[in-house]
């Protein structure tokens, strides 16, 4: 459904009238335009604390982007900068400066102390204004539970709660700030994360923190179909975010095949005929379904490399008031099902080596939500599932979650108007966010270089004001 407010406030008139009477004049979002579009153009800051480990990394990532590549000098707490790479130029931001910046990126892993945290205020103090419309920033740490002392832990804690605070200051301009934490000597696996959270594929992502663990590095795939051989299984696929979802993986160049309930076959053959997939109808909650999941793999495709868990329903009664069926169905879709449809694909060894599980959390699952104890209660345990999963699964297999917040569906578009645009400006972009951008988000979970990316939730939310 279009956003009417959006579009008033972004013409003079209306920017005008938002300003004067003290109401959100929200930026419209820059999203992916083409598959072949560079992840980050124009002019890119990098700073780096004493002790940086990954500056270099981050260097060789967007020196292979067409950006003009800047490291920050001018103050001794940023010496550091300069190894960001040879093809970078110095940047002096003692003085004053010109020009916006698409990216502001800073390496903080190497600080140990809470006094050295001073080298973030002296990087982004002056350079903050200067950050461009939709433009990016990138904090990466090490990842506190493996530092050895406390004082280091409490430096690299402290990232978080800076990096959300700042995509809160810098929403109103559409621009977002993330954080990445990496394991000790785990530099190899920065790439694909670098390259997502700099792209507009995470136009609606702000405020959020991301583990990254040491694994293999990954072989080279080509940028513009890095999915291509591969077979993912999407739940839920005949309508909104799951059609989406296959959409952006055969654009990725995965075969997608499509799952949903026999009711909606029509719409769902619809889906997968356009991206040459495969449908499959199937009620998640039969006790049947996870055999009949698998044999439908077994004989079409052998087997699948992606897993999406995205089919979902929600059954919405105050506790007092709901009808046991209501707790029952909402539990077993939700929940239930995404356990008994793994454990049946990886007790047949149909989810290939390296392959990928995404789980669909939501905001309510963090936050709680009135009326939805039945749908929170189910969306909280995907956290838990994906946290225990990520500790046994082998065979280079990862699982995350994604925990959308308000996004512009058939279900959004039915509420109440003062509900609905409530919850569109409840985020720190002011604006709700489109399927694509939940799509955009399990793409990169599932890109081959995203191996050491496990037992994340990332809330794809514009940076919601409930939760965490």
């Keep these: 459904m279009s956003d009417l407010y959006l579009k008033l406030v972004n013409t003079p008139v209306g920017k005008s009238a938002a300003q004067s009477l003290g109401l959100p004049s929200p930026n419209p979002l820059k999203r992916l335009k083409r598959v072949d579009q560079p992840y980050i153009e124009g002019d890119v800051l990098v700073g780096a604390g004493s002790g940086a480990k990954a500056v270099a990394t981050v260097g060789a990532t967007l020196g292979a ?179 989406s979802i296959a959409e952006t993986l055969s654009r990725d160049g995965a075969t997608v095949i499509g799952l949903d309930i026999p009711q909606a076959l029509e719409d769902l053959k619809t889906v997968t005929d356009a991206i040459k997939g495969k449908a499959l109808a199937c009620d998640i909650t039969d006790e049947k379904a996870p055999k009949l999941i698998a044999d439908f793999i077994a004989k079409e495709t052998g087997g699948v490399d992606f897993v999406v868990h995205n089919a979902g329903i929600t059954r ?53 939500n009135f009326g939805q104890t039945n749908y929170s209660c189910a969306k909280s345990g995907v956290i838990g599932y994906v946290e225990a999963m990520s500790k046994q699964l082998k065979d280079g297999i990862t699982i995350n979650a994604i925990a959308p917040g308000f996004i512009e569906t058939q279900m959004t578009a039915a509420m109440p108007f003062t509900i609905r645009e409530a919850g569109r400006r409840m985020n720190s972009l002011s604006q709700g966010g489109q399927p694509i951008d939940v799509a955009e988000a399990i793409a990169w979970y599932c890109n081959p270089a995203s191996a050491g990316v496990t037992g994340n939730v990332v809330r794809v939310c514009g940076q919601s004001l409930i939760g965490k």
């Design 316 to 368: 919405d009664k105050t506790l007092g008031n709901m009808p046991e069926h209501f707790w029952d169905m909402t539990i077993a879709v939700n929940l239930t099902a995404e356990e008994l449809i793994d454990e049946e694909l990886m007790h047949r060894s149909l989810l290939k080596e390296n392959g990928r599980i995404v789980c669909i959390s939501s905001i309510s699952g963090i936050a709680g």
């Design 65 to 243: 982007s067409p950006a003009n590549v800047f490291h920050a000098t001018g103050l001794d707490t940023l010496d550091e900068s300069s190894k960001v790479g040879n093809k970078a130029e110095a940047l002096d931001v003692t003085v004053e400066l010109n020009g916006k910046f698409s990216a502001l990126v800073f390496d903080a892993t190497g600080l140990k102390t809470p006094q050295e945290l001073r080298a973030l205020y002296d990087f982004f103090h002056p350079t903050i204004r200067k950050l461009a419309a939709n433009g990016r920033i990138l904090v990466i740490g090490q990842d506190p539970q493996t530092c050895r002392k406390a004082p280091q832990a409490a430096a690299q804690q402290s990232l978080e709660g800076f990096v959300r605070a700042m995509g809160k200051e810098i929403g109103k301009k559409g621009a977002t700030a993330n954080l990445i934490w990496m394991a000790p000597n785990a530099e190899n696996q920065l790439d694909s994360s670098v390259r997502f959270f700099l792209s507009p594929r995470s136009a609606y992502v702000s405020g959020q923190f991301v583990r990254i663990g040491k694994a293999d590095t990954a072989k080279a795939t080509n940028p513009v179909a890095p999915l291509a051989g591969k077979v993912a299984l999407v739940t839920g696929a005949s309508r909104g975010i799951g059609a």
